[in-house]
């Protein structure tokens, strides 16, 4: 909320179409020696699904996670080129990680909710950092994003469980309603479904499909079939020589699927992949 | 929006505050010990020369005077201790190694580690009455003996974990061979996780070697030097604390000095170990 | 404190080795596991005979004065009249003020070392911390005796004696030695045990716990306030247990500077004893059945209560590192 407001009072530094959503600009990442990106460069369309798609260990959580500069969290970890968010270099000296984290949320490959906290205060976990203090409109916010979530009606008579008592699938989708409480402008879902059966990972595609009326998302997946089931556009990431991930094609996820430009993309999506 | 900036801003600030606060701590801690160590190298500077190592001690008003009997004398116990102490501590931590899976090996480790922690003063009055009372007489053999029940737990518990470390692969491929266990442990387990057991043996040494209490009780104390096992020994702990609480001006200096010695020793071995530990299965 | 899994849990079937064991071939190997398994139970033993010996010897005192002992605050060997509630209130005041000390100063030296410090600064502070703990206790008395003591006297006695005089704590005329430089020395000999557990519970914390809340917005001290410590909160408890274990027992620091009076009283700044101290002190001088009797009985109420925080202890450490275990991703 804060940001929002801040934002539209803010001269915009890059004009343009390319204002909104997410420019990404010649994006390198590097674990200690290991450069585990190379020269990563695209445009996230606001309001829109893309989704990452590559083989594993190719680099599709680091990139995702030097969306909301998580991938400084890992000790050794390095970063560098641009990722403008909505004309804002979120690595620009003196932005604080803590306000673009708070504007680009992030669930998880492995649903991780606060073992040690109710269903309840693990959706509250947000609102509470940001000194959201009244008991009424804390409950309404918890109870709005569990309903986006789509878990509310199972959860409802027991928030007061740990959200460790829940089912994988449920668990997953709590730590979605987690990061919606703060009502963030970009999700980032990094293979949100890996550890789900085909009827909890259903749901959560529907919920994706919803949720791009507000927000703009970016998913890892494995699954060739639910990129295309759920996103408009798609990145394919490989490994270079050295093993660093580059970016191989990026455009239309129907474009893509049928009639990809790079004859990598065609033999990965269509499972030919040495 | 401003209410929302200062929620921003007090965050902001809490997180240093209790950043610097963290960091702060470490520092007093580790200021601790330069401190101690330092003041010991400082007021003791007066004694540290190679006659206080060589030279008995001087009568009050001479100058000069050593600890010499003190050395010895704390050789002397460790040694003991460690004879005693070490091959038991050994087996035991073997057995929790290697047999120790089943409900005996738990209990065994839980009364390890609660051993660990009985204050060093009831070691001390448990051997005075099961050694010092039947003798009839402090000994240095039930200084000895303390020492080892004291550093026992030590030995059994890094023994353990040290053995533990040893890869399967290895016990697996001498077992093939078809050499009975007890030789793989004593031929492959052992020498593989030598560099522990040594490391547990000093660890055990390192807590040992500055122990007064239990020795106050058993050891005693004795001016007069070394005279067997069976007679009161002089310890470096000992004399520390006696100096200490005397109430002249170079004796102060000399328990520094001891102090600084004792330090030095304890310090040397932690170090050792440390640097023994930080190379094994690279 | 996170160890290995036992090889036999891991690495083979229990019932492969044990087929194999039970095979009569090798008589060796029934000879080597009797020897060691009767080292291992030689600690058992120990523990048992401590208990029994001290018990046999304090059963004069036992014997003579029953529950009295505990509630008495007399102490004459004269009249061999003695009462041990003095010293066991110094073991209790003086390592509540440890506590209250070390704790906080030792968690965020765990949270310093676990979450905060760059990566090349981990390790040589983490030593340093744990060196403090190889000082010999003797040695750490010394320096209390000398530095401590005097700095204690004045400013810190003077200056709470005259700011914070009206509440009955800080009562009384600056001594230097007495409960509040016995809990300050027994702060610092327990705070590098307690670091280490904490220090050890927190780096077991998995980070998918830390990165959930960084990515809802939480800045450093967030993430570690509220995502981190109460996921440790076991751990943490058990290491100020374990602290609390150190602190009950240590003799010969206390002793140097706790001053030797023997009372009751809430006045920090006045000397006392705890039962560790009085044992030290008085032990060799004791004659006679009662006396040494009621220095024993000081030993075993010592050895019981340290042995309870320890299992208690020892038990949730272990207990915390099971649960890491299954829940650590
Ligand atoms: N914490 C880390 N430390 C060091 N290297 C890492 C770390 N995390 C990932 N890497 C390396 O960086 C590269 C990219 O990893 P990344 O996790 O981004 O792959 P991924 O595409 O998400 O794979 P997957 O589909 O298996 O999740 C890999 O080579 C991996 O080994
Ligand atoms: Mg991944």
Known sequence: MVMQEERTMEPQTTPGPATRGIVVQKLNAWYGPLQALRDVSLTILPNRVTSVIGPSGCGKSTFIRCLNRMHEVVPGARVQGKVLLDGEDIYAPGVDPVRVRRRVGMVFQRPNPFPTMSVFDNVAAGLRLNGLRRPGQMSDAVERALQQAALWDEVKDKLKQSGSALSGGQQQRLCIARALAVQPEVLLMDEPCSALDPVATSRIEDLVRALKERYTIVIVTHNMQQAARVSDMTAFLLMGDDRAGELIEYGQTRQMFTNPRDERTEAYITGRFG | ?282 | MARAPHPQEVHAPVWWWRARFRRPASPGDWVFQTIALLAALSLVGLLVAMTLYLLNAAWPAVTRFGLGFLTSSTWDPVQEVFGALPAVYGTLLTSAIAMLVAIPVSLGVAIFLAELAPPWLRAPASFLVEMLAAIPSVVLGLWGLFVMVPVIRDPVERWLGSSLGFLPLFQGPPFGVGFLAGGLILAIMALPIITAVARDTLAAVPSSQREAMLALGATRWEAISRAVLPYARSGIVAAGILGLGRALGETMAVTMVIGNGYQVTARLFAPGNTMASKIATEFNEASGDLYIGSLVELALVLFAITLMVNVVGRLLVRWTVAKARVGGQ
Not at chain 2, 35 to 49: E, H, M, Q, R, S
Not at chain 2, 69 to 87: C, D, K, N, R, W
Request: charged residues 10%; contains cysteine; hydrophobic residues 55%.
């Open chain 2, 1 to 282: 929006m401003t209410t929302d900036m200062q929620v921003y801003l007090r965050r902001r600030t809490t997180s240093y505050l209790m950043v610097g606060l963290c960091g702060l701590a470490t520092l007093v801690a580790v200021s601790i010990l330069l401190l101690v160590v330092g003041y010991t190298l400082v007021k003791g500077i007066a004694f540290l020369n190679l006659d206080f190592v060589t030279q008995t001690a001087q009568p009050l008003g001479e100058p000069g005077g050593g600890i010499r009997h003190e050395i010895i004398g704390t050789l002397v116990l460790v040694a003991l201790a460690s004879v005693l102490g070490i091959p038991v501590g050994l087996l035991a931590g073997a057995y929790l190694s290697e047999f120790g899976g089943g409900r005996t090996g738990l209990v065994v480790r839980l009364v390890a580690d609660v051993l660990t922690g009985v204050p060093s003063v009831v070691v001390g009055i448990f051997v005075y009455v099961l050694v010092v009372q039947p003798m009839g007489t402090f000994s240095a053999l039930s200084g000895g003996v303390a020492l080892a029940i004291i550093m026992l737990p030590v030995v059994a518990r890094t023994t353990e974990e040290m053995m533990r470390l040893v890869p399967a692969t290895y016990r697996e491929a001498a077992l093939a061979l078809g050499i009975p266990r007890w030789r793989m442990i004593v031929s492959v387990v052992m020498p593989g996780a030598m560099v522990g057991i040594v490391t547990g043996s000093m660890l055990g040494i390192a807590r040992i070697a500055g122990e007064t209490a239990p020795l106050i009780f058993t050891a005693l104390g004795n001016r007069f030097g070394f005279a067997g096992l069976g007679q009161p020994i002089a310890a470096m702990p000992l004399q520390i604390w006696r100096y200490a609480v005397s109430a002249y001006d170079t004796w102060h200096q000399q328990a520094w000095a001891a102090s600084f010695l004792l330090v030095m020793l304890v310090l040397v071995i932690s170090i050792t170990v440390r640097w023994l530990t930080s190379r094994r299965y690279h």
